[in-house]
């Protein structure tokens, strides 16, 4: 294994294989209970349709540059910039799949 190996286990894995071995009934859930009644759960309580999903998108340096200048010079946030090409590049691809 390299030294710049970043997934090496750590202690919070060594913890969570530690309670995956062991039965239900010998975790404590003293501090937050286990629900065992769902019959007042209610499905979608927390859903609000039309919010956006924030993904962590990583661009290259270039990419970023190119973009942060161009919604500068247009005077639009870098999100919007992004997403405008984005939406016309998802109409490029789908005008040339075929149905």
Known sequence: ????NTNKPDSADREL????AMSGDDIDTSDIPEVRNW???????FYRPGTSDNVPLYLDLEVTVFLRA???AL???????????????IELVRSVEPK
């Open 17 to 20: 294989g530690r309670l995956a």
């Open 1 to 4: 294994m390299s030294e710049n």
């Open 39 to 45: 019959s007042r759960a209610e499905r979608g309580k």
């Open 70 to 72: 161009r919604a500068a």
């Open 75 to 89: 005077g639009i946030p870098l999100r919007d910039l992004a997403n405008e090409m984005l939406r016309k590049d």
